[in-house]
């Protein structure tokens, strides 16, 4: 079945690297998204992977993707205190709009 | 280019009532997606829309429903509200023909006592 797990929390210093790891189930995957939410507001995009690639990287952010193990992870370069918000990696089902979301990983930045 | 805009921001509504919500796309965006989130489901697939069709449907029983204009605008329609249905009601739009990413708007956050 489609299922995506990510852990619950992360809690950084402000200026290291922070590394939001995500597992999902479904091998039909065709786009796995990362989005950014802050209190109150809605899902902002942050950046997206093909599953066909291995890597993406768009300034401060890395997106690794390892097919394989079904194993994706978001690397924030630099983390300010901005960051503070909960992550959700998402996929996508067969080229559908349909996305599957994990539960949410909540970043603290600590100054 | 406007992002996506949802109305109202806030509800409150009582057990029993129904709600529409409203959803503007990006400008040029044929499909829209509406998702459900609460703290103990997460966020779920409600619907998605694509030039007045329903192209894909999540596992909601029938009293939530949605429609969609000639011009991309769309809305959700939950019928006889119940307790459980307090949620942030979040529509994403995207071009709608090929592999494209979804963007979302800000939400409208329903309370139902």
């Known amino acids: 079945g489609e299922d995506v797990e990510q852990s619950l929390f992360l809690s950084v210093r402000e200026g290291d690297s922070s590394v939001i790891n995500c597992t999902y189930t479904?091998?039909?995957?065709?786009?796995l998204y990362w989005y950014k939410q802050e209190p109150g507001a809605g899902l902002q995009l942050l950046t997206y992977i093909f599953s066909n690639m291995d890597m993406k990287q768009d300034q401060r952010l890395t997106v690794l993707l390892n097919k394989k193990d079904k194993h994706l992870s978001l690397r924030i370069a630099d983390t300010q205190t901005g960051d503070s918000a909960i992550y959700f990696c998402?996929?996508?089902?067969?080229?559908?709009?349909?996305?599957?979301f994990g539960s949410g990983t909540r970043l603290l930045v600590r100054p | 280019k406007a992002g996506v805009t949802q109305t109202p921001r806030y509800l409150i509504k009582t057990r029993g009532q129904q709600v529409t919500l409203s959803c503007s796309p990006i400008s040029g965006h044929r499909s829209v997606s509406w998702y459900q989130q609460t703290p103990g489901q997460g966020l779920q697939f409600l619907f998605e829309?694509?030039?007045?069709?329903?192209?894909n449907k999540g596992n909601f029983p029938g009293r939530f429903s949605g429609r969609q204009f000639s011009n991309s605008r769309s809305e959700m329609n939950v019928s006889t509200l119940e307790l459980g249905d307090s949620a942030l009601y979040l529509c994403a739009s995207s071009p709608g023909t090929g592999p494209s990413p979804l963007h979302f708007g800000n939400g409208t956050r329903l309370t139902v006592t």
């Open positions: 479904d091998s039909s995957s065709t786009y």
């Open positions: 829309y694509f030039s007045e069709t329903q192209r």
């Open positions: 998402a996929e996508s089902i067969d080229s559908s709009y349909k996305l599957i």
